[in-house]
């Protein structure tokens, strides 16, 4: 594409080389195609009577000899010959301008023309570009029809969800909501709002990690900033394949998982540290899916007072559009297409120039100059340039005001002065940002972008048409109806269900040995230690961590469940964050597996005293063309819909990035959830390890048979049967309350959520933090049967140790305030929800039993072990 | 064995903040006349052939998967 782009640059020592390919191209072109006659010469004159025009072209570009209509294949003839270029006019405007007959194109043309300019849009869509440029009665230019490819792409359109979006997420407690814009912004406490934000950079980062972790970063610190607010907080749910997949097992172009995700951490840990904000949550999810394409989902969290909020849409009529930040270079073109497309073998080298090249040492005083400008109230609107570039920010300012606007593409400051217009217009380059102002302001803002050392210049201003327009030296380039442009197309795709058997229970001998089948599990790759990853991220810059990635006893610590940050000097209110996804459960069950990360994610933010305030869905799915993963994104949506509801939290903010699907087949169904909780004091925040021994032990929520997906069947290397865990949003809702007002009333001085691996693994876990041991009997759980399984009779004890059952804490209770804490549940939903499981003791060894079976016995030291070195083993680095 | 020379430039007009950064401490350590810096990246790579071809094909290979970004970089390479 970009020898494309930059031919006709006379002169230029960059573009020698695309300019020689570029001549021998147009004289093979010209040599077959029609004589071409240029009558726009830069202005454009009002072809009325196009209709006919029309015809006469598409008579003249059908080849005669085949006597056949225009829309048939004319591409046929010259088999394989870029042929559309025949009806690509350059026009003699003294710089490169082309202009697309698409009147002439046949359909075959039309798709190839899409598919070389890397603009991807399909034949329908560009039928429906013909159709208004026809009614226009002129040709659409390449600035225009690059501007389409980006705003019409599944990135920033969302053709294939919006549909199930408005079905299943879309109006859920809004009213608790500030507002959602580029972030969502929540109240926090008082004068005092939060904005969270989530969004993925998943293809970027699996061709080029580095750069495409570390620009996700940029991108998310952004849409939190353009609402008026200063981050405070990062964090990263990542998706990759084995750490340990033989290098000959990749299919070509695939990168190895291991290169993959140190390339991913030195991106987020040299971005977020360099730009001060701490990375303090996130997670490692490994599964042989994410082998052909990773996932890599940023989060930010900023905190603004209630006077600095900031809309993103321009403030009225005559406002100019101030630019603010790093001039637009090459990098980034066309990235929200190639994300809207599977990635294949090709995409590594090809696609290279759709990854964004970050500058975090910019980044840091463009926050500076945005919050500045906002806290001085210079600003009518701000918006980021995210996916897109400047053809999606400036638009959208303008039309979610209800104007239009015009665009001066000269004024806008580059890296490389040869740019075409289109490339100025579509580029993503990182670090940029576009305020709207009164006139008068202009100065001001001119000078506060200089203080800071950030390039800002004047690129247009707001019309009261509701058009976009867009000039270049002096020639028009673009002219949108704002409607068209950003009203795209909307598809209803097929979906196909496949039957999930949820009583397809298996037998199997219980093992053993289940001390070992414990070890196993503390070290697999996704329960292991990830210290590995979060020792390189600051997690303390700012100062405002209280609770942080990982807990316990120095140097004996375990995994938090949420990070807890006390954002505001003047409040004592704390702000939890987390984030959650199983994929195991989405592949088998995606309706269950998205309604378990809602449940995990309120059940971390509880275990730290926190009440869940809004909740973030980032959904990454595969191709959404195929009917099969169009279901799998409806079901997890649903899922998520029915959680959100049941619970009554709105979606602060939301992403979605579908054609996940690399070489190695689709990704499993990944719909991260984020969730952001208040805790009513920071003091209140607990931690997961055990404190004290002769403290009492409980169990919160009922233990079913939910091995579906779970760590205990892959450990038996089953790969199918069961069912995933289920859940009850009122009991979920009543019983985390519960958990939280125990904190509050200081009446817990441990809790921890269980997940992976069950109560055996969640207590394993408390121990060895604490430094402290554990004795516990399951003989209590599973006693009244498993009413929601329909099997009758008393729970095995593996079942028992190793179910994931959703809504599960295990609590630390001073046994002195074991009534207190009892009286707590005594309500209906929730009466005998709290099991008594057993003690700390002072001796380091977890030991479980039910009732007179022995089940585990196994050093604190020996399970600390087996999960802190498992990373550093993969990762080929000693512990 | 072949030794390979990737030297890794930035094209012309793409910001080197490091360049930039350096000209600016030079000008402030009082060298006249110093009006631009530029910084390259040189890497050394040995390989286990015989035939400087192939060794150059194959640097060439990791020169676009590796060590530059055809965005804003350009390289040469010398084997010996």
Not at chain 1, 111 to 138: D, P
Request: glycine share 10%; charged share 25%.
């Amino acid at each position: 594409m970009h020898s494309a782009s930059v031919r006709r640059n006379k002169g230029d020592k960059l573009t020698k080389k695309a300019n020689q390919q570029r001549k021998v191209a147009v004289a093979k072109v010209a040599a077959k195609g029609p004589a071409r006659t240029v009558p726009l010469a830069g202005k454009r004159p009002a072809r009325k009577p196009f209709k006919q025009s029309i015809i006469k072209k598409v008579k003249a570009a059908a080849p005669a000899k085949a006597g056949k209509t225009a829309s048939k294949p004319a591409g046929k003839a010259t088999a394989g010959a870029p042929t559309w270029e025949r009806h690509v006019k350059k026009q003699d405007v003294g710089f490169p301008l082309r202009t697309f007959d698409l009147d002439a194109m046949s359909d075959d043309e039309l798709v190839a023309c899409s598919k070389a300019m890397g603009i991807r849009l399909s034949l329908a869509e560009m039928h429906s570009a013909r159709g208004y440029f026809q009614s226009k009665g002129r040709d659409p230019t390449d600035v225009e029809m690059e501007a389409l490819g980006q705003a019409w792409s599944e990135h920033c359109c969302y053709k294939s969800s919006k549909p199930i979006l408005k079905k299943y997420v879309y109006g859920i407690a809004e009213e608790q909501l500030i507002c959602r814009e580029d972030a969502g912004v929540l109240p926090f406490d008082g004068d005092w709002y939060y904005s969270p934000k989530l969004e993925s950079h998943n293809h970027p980062s699996a061709i080029e990690p580095y750069g495409g972790a570390a620009t996700g970063i940029g991108g998310v610190i952004r849409d939190v900033v353009c609402m008026g607010a200063q981050p405070v907080a990062l964090l990263d749910p990542l998706f990759f394949g084995p750490l340990d997949t033989p290098l000959d097992k990749l299919p070509p172009g695939v990168k190895h998982p291991r290169f993959l995700l140190s390339g991913v951490i030195e991106g987020i840990r040299d971005y977020g540290n360099r730009v001060g904000i701490p990375t303090v949550a996130g997670g490692i999810t490994f599964h042989p899916g994410y082998t052909g394409n990773c996932l890599v989902n940023v989060g930010c969290v900023g905190i603004l007072h209630k006077d600095a909020l900031t809309h993103s849409k321009a403030g009225g009529v005559g406002d100019v559009f101030v630019y603010l930040g790093n001039p637009t270079g090459r990098d980034g073109i066309h990235g929200v297409a190639f994300a809207s497309e599977e990635l294949s073998e090709a995409s590594e080298e090809a696609s290279r120039s759709a990854v964004q090249v970050g500058d975090a040492i910019l980044k840091e005083p463009l926050i500076h100059v945005t919050l500045e400008l906002i806290a001085d109230k210079l600003v009518t609107g701000c918006k980021d340039f995210g996916g897109g570039g400047l053809s999606c920010v400036a638009g959208e300012l303008a039309y979610d005001a209800g104007f239009g606007c015009e665009i001066q593409l000269d004024a806008v400051p580059l890296k490389v002065p040869t740019m075409a217009p289109w490339e100025i217009w579509v580029s993503e380059s990182q670090e940029r940002m576009m305020v709207t102002a009164k006139p008068a302001q202009v100065e001001r803002i001119l000078q506060i972008a200089k203080k800071w050392d950030v390039p800002a210049a004047v690129v247009g201003k707001v019309i009261k048409e509701k058009v976009n327009r867009v000039r270049y030296k002096g020639t028009k380039v673009l002219e949108f109806d704002l409607s068209f442009s950003t009203g795209g197309p909307v598809y209803d795709r097929p979906m196909k269900a496949p039957t999930i058997n949820r009583q397809d229970w298996l037998t199997f001998e219980q093992p053993k040995d289940l001390s070992q089948t414990l070890l196993w599990m503390l070290a697999h790759p996704n329960v292991m230690s990830k210290e590995w990853v979060i020792r390189q991220y600051d997690h303390e810059v700012r100062a405002n961590t209280v609770l942080k990635p990982l807990q316990g006893v120095i140097g004996s610590e375990g995994p938090g469940d949420a990070a807890v940050l006390k954002p505001v000097p003047t409040s004592k209110k704390g702000l939890a964050l987390s984030s959650d996804v199983n994929p195991n459960y989405c592949l088998r069950d995606p309706f269950w597996g998205a309604a378990s990360a809602v449940d995990e994610t309120v059940r971390n933010l509880a275990a730290v005293g926190a009440r869940l305030s809004s909740i973030l869905d980032n959904l990454n799915f595969g191709n959404p063309e195929k009917p099969e993963r169009m279901w799998e994104l409806s079901e997890s949506a649903r899922g998520l819909g029915t959680m959100a509801r049941a619970l009554n939290i709105p979606f602060a903010s939301g992403n979605i990035s579908l054609y996940n699907q690399g070489p190695t087949g689709p990704i499993p169904p990944t719909p991260t959830v984020m969730g952001c909780g208040i805790l009513s004091n920071f003091e209140h925040a607990t931690t997961m390890d055990l404190k004290k021994a002769g403290d009492k032990l409980y169990l919160v929520g009922h233990t079913y048979r939910d091995l579906g997906g779970s760590l205990y069947l892959e450990s038996m290397k089953k790969s199918k049967g069961e069912r995933v865990p289920q859940t009850d949003p009122e009991i979920l809702a009543v019983s985390a309350d519960l958990v939280v007002t125990a904190i509050e009333k200081g009446l817990v001085r441990a809790a921890h959520d269980c997940s992976e691996g069950g109560i055996a693994v969640a207590l394993a876990e408390m121990a060895f933090a604490g430094k402290l041991g554990a004795k516990a009997d399951l003989a209590p759980l599973g006693a009244f049967g498993d009413e929601r399984n329909l099997q009758p009779g008393p729970m095995r004890s593996d079942h028992k140790l190793f179910s994931e059952s959703n809504s599960r804490w295990i609590v630390e209770v001073p046994a002195a305030k074991e009534q207190a804490f009892l009286a707590l549940f005594d309500k209906p939903v929730v009466k005998g929800l709290c099991y008594p499981l057993g003690e700390v003791v002072r001796e380091p060894t977890v030991t479980i039993v039910d009732g007179s079976k022995p089940l585990i016995q196994v050093g604190v030291e020996a399970c600390r072990a087996a999960w802190r070195d498992a990373m550093p083993k993969l990762m080929g680095v000693s512990a | 064995m072949v030794k390979a020379h990737v030297t890794v430039h930035l094209k012309p007009g793409i910001s080197d903040p490091e360049g930039n950064n350096t000209l600016k401490a030079l000008q402030l350590l009082g060298f006249d006349g110093v009006v631009a810096a530029h910084t390259t990246r040189v890497w050394t790579i040995e390989l286990a052939t015989k035939s400087k071809d192939k060794a150059k094909e194959q640097v060439d290979a990791m020169c676009r998967r590796l060590l530059t970004n055809p965005v804003i970089h350009d390289y040469t390479i010398k084997v010996e």
